[in-house]
T-cell receptor
Framework: GAGVSQSPSNKVTEKGKDVELRCDPI?????LYWYRQSLGQGLEFLIY????????KSGLPSDRFSAERTGGSVSTLTIQRTQQEDSAVYLC???????????FGPGTRLTVL | GNSVTQMEGPVTLSEEAFLTINCTYT??????LFWYVQYPGEGLQLLLK?????DKGSNKGFEATYRKETTSFHLEKGSVQVSDSAVYFC????????????FGTGTSLTVIP
C-alpha cells in the first residue's frame, strides 16, 4: 500500500494475556518507530529501528514490552502479561532514514480489561 | 535532556480568528523542529518543519519560526477555518540522541463557524 498500515485496528484483551501488534511500513523506508498515545497524553516513544543497526529500545516501559523487525520491513510489538495501564493507542511510523519526515499509521487501539 | 512543552488546550476559536499555539523545547544538540497534525479519525501527518535556527516552516496557511534564542517554535495561522479543527503536536528530533523524536502532549483546536 501507499502508506503505513497497522493491524489490528482495535484489540480488546484480558489482563495477563499477551498481544502482538503489527506494523507494515512504507516500502523502502529504513527507519521505523513505535509510539504509545494514552488518553490525554502526548506521544510516548517506545522503540526505533534504523536499517540493520541495533534498535534504540530506550523508551520501552518495562521488560514486558519487546519489538522486532524482520527483514528490515514488517515490525511486531509484543506486550506480555498485559496490564490495564497498557491500554492506549499504539502508533507506528516510518521514514526514509534518520531525520526524515515520519509517516504515521492509523494506530492500534488496545484495551486491556 | 530533550523535551517539548506545548500550550495546553483545548483551544476554541471562531472562524477567521488568529491562532497561536505555543511550543518551547529543550535539546542537547541542534534539533530539527516539527508540527504534526491529527485530524479527527485520521493518523498524524506532518504539517511543517524547520531544520535550523531562523528557518520558517509553512504549509496550508500555518507558519512557525525556529527561534533558538527563545527555544521556541510557535505555530500561527492568520485566519483559521472549521477544517483546521484537529490536534496539533510539536516535536523535535535531535541527532545527538539517536534520532529519537520527542513529542509534546498535543493541543486540541476546535474552530466554530
Amino acid at each position: 500500500g501507499a502508506g503505513v498500515s497497522q493491524s489490528p485496528s482495535n484489540k480488546v484483551t484480558e489482563k495477563g494475556k499477551d498481544v502482538e501488534l503489527r506494523c507494515d511500513p512504507i516500502s523502502g523506508h529504513t527507519a521505523l518507530y513505535w509510539y504509545r498515545q494514552s488518553l490525554g497524553q502526548g506521544l510516548e516513544f517506545l522503540i526505533y529501528f534504523q536499517g540493520n543497526s541495533a534498535p534504540d529500545k530506550s523508551g520501552l516501559p518495562s521488560d514486558r514490552f519487546s519489538a522486532e523487525r524482520t527483514g528490515g520491513s514488517v515490525s511486531t510489538l509484543t506486550i506480555q502479561r498485559t496490564q490495564q495501564e497498557d491500554s492506549a493507542v499504539y502508533l507506528c511510523a516510518s521514514s526514509l532514514g534518520p531525520y526524515g519526515e515520519q509517516f504515521f499509521g492509523p494506530g492500534t487501539r488496545l484495551t486491556v480489561l | 535532556g530533550n523535551s517539548v512543552t506545548q500550550m495546553e488546550g483545548p483551544v476554541t476559536l471562531s472562524e477567521e480568528a488568529f491562532l497561536t499555539i505555543n511550543c518551547t523545547y529543550t535539546a542537547t544538540g541542534y534539533p530539527s523542529l516539527f508540527w504534526y497534525v491529527q485530524y479527527p479519525g485520521e493518523g498524524l501527518q506532518l504539517l511543517l518543519k524547520a531544520t535550523k535556527a531562523d528557518d520558517k516552516g509553512s504549509n496550508k496557511g500555518f507558519e512557525a519560526t525556529y527561534r533558538k534564542e527563545t527555544t521556541s517554535f510557535h505555530l500561527e495561522k492568520g485566519s483559521v477555518q472549521v477544517s483546521d479543527s484537529a490536534v496539533y503536536f510539536c516535536a523535535l528530533s535531535d541527532s545527538n540522541t539517536g534520532n529519537q523524536f520527542y513529542f509534546g502532549t498535543g493541543t486540541s483546536l476546535t474552530v466554530i463557524p
